[in-house]
């Protein structure tokens, strides 16, 4: 069955840097697109990041424009989240999820967007 298993959460300090992962198994990751979305306590689910299946088109939020970068290695069925310069509004639980297709297309940043989710990992930026 399709899963996804997002890591490399943890506890920063503001201004520092963390990669999360987002290991995909049961279904061929180069045919989709992969995307990323956060959820902070009492807040709604905000889509930050989306990367086609190739690679060549990334998407982000203006909220971590600049900060994050997304990437991809299909060969190891993962896709990246690195981001830096982390602020204590970046304290979310993030999350990866698949869309229905190879693109990331016009709503990438809605979660109906997604058909499958990883369970999450916890970033807090605190000092």
């Known amino acids: 069955q399709v899963q996804l298993v997002e890591s490399g959460g943890g506890l920063v300090q503001p201004g520092g840097s963390l990669r999360l992962s987002c290991a995909a198994s049961g279904f061929t990751l180069d045919d989709y697109a992969i995307g990323w979305f956060r959820q902070a306590p009492g807040k709604a689910r905000e889509g930050i990041s989306c990367?086609?299946?190739?690679?060549?088109?990334?998407y982000y939020a203006d909220s971590v424009k600049g900060r994050f970068a997304i990437s991809r290695a299909n060969g190891k069925s993962t896709v990246y989240l690195q981001m830096s310069s982390l602020k204590p509004e970046d304290t979310a639980v993030y999350y990866c999820?698949?869309?229905?297709?190879?693109?990331?297309?016009?709503?990438?940043?809605?979660?109906?967007?997604?058909?499958?989710w990883g369970q999450g990992t916890q970033v807090t930026v605190s000092s």
């Open positions: 990367i086609s299946s190739s690679g060549r088109l990334t």
């Open positions: 999820a698949r869309p229905r297709g190879s693109s990331c297309g016009a709503f990438w940043g809605l979660p109906t967007t997604y058909t499958n």
